[in-house]
């Protein structure tokens, strides 16, 4: 599996939007009508805040790199990821004390100076007093014991400032309580978490307390998010955090998983639910107890900003902002300039090695050459890194078209290039080029699930399959499209005839 030939490729990624649900037309009130998920594509476990009229929000990454995207938008729909490329994962999960980001809640680290702390546990999150002191909260290993508990750090040093974290909620008694936030209103401390797991019972329940140490009563109608136990398009609604816009009306993120199959393709979301949180009071989420979510919605949204004679939705382009770069859902055709930079919106697998990647190439403008690698991307890894060379793009929409133009020569047994649909490195499909046998070329499906055989060439449900490939045909075209919410097809044509021949489903 070692490529000793660069691999060139354009992209062309044609995200076709087609929505299976109609818009409603009711309008009430000052109310907007808008769509979950707001981030669509693999976004779990949202952080937002606003700064003056620009909202931020922070999502998990897991594998993924850039770690911790981070994600902007004036008008809570349309939003564009931001995070520079170049950012170091050594940093990702430190804390930066810069006020601008102090609401992000340690998720991420854009200064320059992280600290670093020790917490046994996971989803750390910070807390500023009125009073100076900062507080972390996190979610002890449920395994050990479930429980989420809190510190004072020393901003400067990342020490904590009154001994071992102390357990301040346990929850309602729902599994793995989990993802604290604390907000501070109208004399309470109000703790949010995430109880329920990660299978179809999540949930989100509140406590509050007079202390900052508690003891921290539960909200009389707990759950005050959930949609376990219904049968909505949208489930797992849970991992929540709330904010409060320019306009003083409250809202929640959370993560959502669309249960268009049982497989669930399109991972963990965003979505966005409005909040109605009365002095004195626990806030009530999306007009109910407990709140559900759905995914069309309407809210309060943040209005409508006229630029010169064309009313529109303004979103931000902070000056980090290439061109080139599109919002969240939106097509995308990467053609790879000279000069220009790999888009932000693309991620790679581990940390990857930009070496290997090159814009537009002297001897090849307008494409990206790709150097291969030993690795594979079913390895496993212990230092974050070995992976084949890999670069991609969320499916953020349900149904969609993805090509990419190849431009590759197998030259070994074993050599091969393509195109992968990624869920992580034990679930993936794979349409690559290959040589086997010496220089026979192959155009080659595989499924690499749990219960594939067979190297992936055989599944009991996806079919897999290998065609030879002409002997002078270079310049391919690999496409990947989702019929619908439940079948990839997975093809390739020859570049110019655009007639695309079915390898096999997935
Ligand atoms: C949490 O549960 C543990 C173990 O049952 C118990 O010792 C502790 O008092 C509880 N803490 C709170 C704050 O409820
Ligand atoms: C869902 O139903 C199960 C089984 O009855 C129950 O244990 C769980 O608490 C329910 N979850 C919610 C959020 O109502
Ligand atoms: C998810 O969708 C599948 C297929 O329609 C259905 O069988 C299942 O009951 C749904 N699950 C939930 C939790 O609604
Ligand atoms: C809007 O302004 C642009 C540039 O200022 C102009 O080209 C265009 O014709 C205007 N459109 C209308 C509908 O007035
Ligand atoms: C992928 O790499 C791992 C080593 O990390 C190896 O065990 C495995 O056989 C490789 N898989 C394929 C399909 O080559
Ligand atoms: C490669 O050659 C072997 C031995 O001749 C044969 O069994 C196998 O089917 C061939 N593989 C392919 C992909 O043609
Ligand atoms: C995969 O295999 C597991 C264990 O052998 C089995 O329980 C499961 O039903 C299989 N899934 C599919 C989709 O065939
Ligand atoms: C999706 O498309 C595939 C291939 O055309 C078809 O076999 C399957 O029945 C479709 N599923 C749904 C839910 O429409």
């Not at 807390?127 to 479930?146: A, E, T």
């Not at 990206?368 to 390895?379: E, F, H, T, V």
């Amino acid at each position: 599996m070692f490529l000793t030939l660069p691999v060139l490729l354009s992209l062309v990624l044609s995200i076709t939007k087609c929505s299976v649900y109609a818009a409603s037309d009711t309008k009430v009130q000052a109310l907007k009508d808008y769509k979950n998920p707001i981030i669509s594509g693999f976004s779990p476990d949202p952080s937002c805040i606003h700064v003056d009229e620009q909202f931020f929000c922070v999502t998990s990454s897991f594998s993924a790199f850039p770690g911790i995207p981070v994600y902007t938008s004036r008008d809570l729909v349309q939003w564009e990821q931001i995070v520079a490329q170049a950012q170091r994962w050594d940093i990702l999960c430190h804390v930066n004390a810069g006020h601008h980001w102090k609401a992000v809640r340690g998720l991420v680290a854009i200064g320059e100076h992280p600290i670093r702390f020790t917490f046994t546990g996971y989803d750390t999150s910070l807390f500023w007093d009125d009073d100076g002191k900062v507080y972390v909260q996190g979610s002890h290993y449920w395994r050990i014991f479930p429980a989420v508990q809190q510190f004072q750090i020393d901003l400067k040093t990342g020490a904590s400032l009154n001994g071992d974290p102390v357990t301040i909620w346990n929850g309602t008694g729902g599994m793995a309580p989990e993802g604290p936030h604390i907000y501070k209103k109208d004399g309470f401390y109000y703790l949010l978490i995430a109880e329920g797991g990660t299978a179809l019972g999540p949930m989100v329940t509140m406590a509050r307390a007079t202390n900052i140490h508690g003891p921290y009563d539960p909200c009389p109608y707990n759950p005050v998010l959930t949609n376990a136990n219904t049968t909505e398009y949208l489930q797992t609604v849970g991992h929540a955090d709330l904010f409060e816009d320019s306009n003083s009306n409250w809202w929640s993120v959370a993560l959502a998983t669309r249960n268009a199959t049982v497989d669930f393709p399109m991972g963990r979301e965003t979505i966005l639910v409005p909040v109605v949180w009365h002095d004195g009071e626990f806030p009530v989420f999306n007009r109910g107890t407990p709140g559900r979510a759905y995914i069309d919605m309407n809210g309060p949204l943040p209005a409508r900003k006229s630029a010169g004679n064309v009313t529109k939705w303004l979103s931000v382009r902070p000056t980090l902002l290439t061109s080139g770069d599109v919002h969240v859902g939106q097509h995308q055709r990467i053609q790879f300039n000279p000069g220009s930079k790999l888009p932000r919106k693309l991620i790679y697998y581990r940390y990857p090695d930009f070496s290997a990647f090159t814009v537009s190439p002297p001897s090849h403008p307008n494409t990206l050459r790709i150097m291969g690698s030993a690795n594979n991307i079913s390895g496993t890894s212990s230092d974050l890194t070995g992976t084949s060379t890999f670069i991609a793009r969320r499916q953020d929409e349900v149904e969609f078209t993805a090509s990419v133009s190849l431009d590759f020569e197998p030259r070994v047994d074993g050599e091969e290039a393509g195109l992968t649909l990624f869920l992580n490195k034990v679930q993936h499909f794979d349409l690559g080029v290959v040589a086997l046998n010496g220089t026979q070329r192959f155009i080659r499906l595989r499924t690499i699930t749990a219960n594939s055989t067979d190297g992936g060439s055989v599944d009991p449900i996806s079919s897999p399959r290998m065609i030879i490939l002409p002997q002078k045909s270079n310049h391919l075209r690999l496409v990947v499209q989702a019929v619908n919410a439940s079948t990839y097809m997975f093809g390739y044509s020859d570049q110019g005839n655009g007639v695309v021949h079915t390898v096999g489903y997935g």
